[in-house]
């Protein structure tokens, strides 16, 4: 090979190279993000459609659904499904409340098309005894659920990750409910609000959740002030690259408190979540 061959073939594979990183970085560009449609209460229940429709422009494709009135907002299962596969969008999980129209809704929830049914709260317990008898509930739904088709889970708040009697509660769960039933979904702004590790929850526990939600704070004395995505003191770079690594498939936006509205700051954590490599 003479000189001039071997520079050009050195620039094609120089090229190449670059052309190859390019890829990867884009590869690592998170494609498609969630929402949960919590937060925009303030509007769902005025104009469902109307509101899921800015959401999907938003950028949007991906929709969590929360219990009350009606997770499907007055649509048949059949008509929820077309009207947001008409918008490009899947409605992939919903939180619901278990105690009350269970068979219904697990009926209801399958029909549609949905793959997870979640609890989304269950509040501080007295004692692990009680933990524990939550869990074998969580058992109990969980079968049912995943006979339907789909998967049950949990969603924390901090309380499930604050010691008691020496013990974590969310571990307490996750030790005593059964994987073949029960997943989680992990909400980031609550674990690291409780003084929890993610990062290390992740890495010991990650094959148990299959969702996250993403929600900005800053801590001011030990409560909690949520901020719309970037503007608050959240650790995203690390705690996310570790939700990849544990095998997270679903990054679902939650907000509760906005600088000015619930559909503003929407708008604000669409952009974000655009810009976001896992």
């Known amino acids: 090979m003479n000189r001039r061959d071997f520079i050009k073939q050195s620039t094609a594979l120089g090229a ?11 590869a690592k560009r998170l494609k498609k993000f969630g929402v949960q449609l919590y937060s925009v209460r303030d509007l769902m229940p ?18 969590e659904s929360y219990g009350g009135p009606d997770f499907l907002w007055g649509m048949s299962p059949k008509e929820c499904k077309t009207f947001l596969g008409d918008l490009g969008v899947k409605m992939v999980s919903t939180h619901f409340d278990m105690n009350k129209d269970l068979d219904k809704n697990i009926e209801r929830g399958a029909e549609a098309g949905l793959k997870y049914m979640l609890c989304p709260y269950l509040g501080p317990q007295k004692s692990l005894d009680e933990w524990k008898k939550k869990a074998e509930l969580f058992n109990q739904v969980g079968e049912k659920v995943t006979k339907a088709g789909m998967k049950f889970g949990y969603h924390n708040h901090d309380y499930s990750f604050k010691a008691m009697e020496g013990q974590i509660p969310q571990e307490l769960l996750l030790a005593n409910t059964n994987p073949k ?6 909400d980031l702004c609550w674990i690291v609000a409780s003084g929890q590790n993610a990062v290390a929850h992740l890495e010991k526990y990650g094959k148990r959740y299959e969702l996250v939600h993403i929600k900005d704070m800053v801590l001011d004395n030990g ?20 939700a990849k690594k544990a095998g997270i498939k679903y990054y679902i936006v939650e907000q509760e408190q906005y600088p000015s509205s619930s559909i503003e700051s929407m708008k604000v954590d669409a952009e974000w979540m655009k810009q976001l490599s896992v």
């Not at 005025?46 to 929709?63: C, I, R, S, V």
Request: hydrophobic share 40%.
């Open 181 to 186: 039933y029960v997943m989680f979904e992990l």
């Open 16 to 26: 190449g190279i670059v052309l190859s990183s390019s890829l990867f970085a884009e």
């Open 223 to 242: 409560r909690v002030s949520q901020k719309d995505l970037g503007k608050g003191a959240m650790d995203f770079d690390t705690i996310l690259k570790a």
């Open 46 to 63: 005025k104009d469902p459609k109307g509101t899921m429709k800015q959401l999907a422009e938003m950028g949007y494709t991906q929709f």
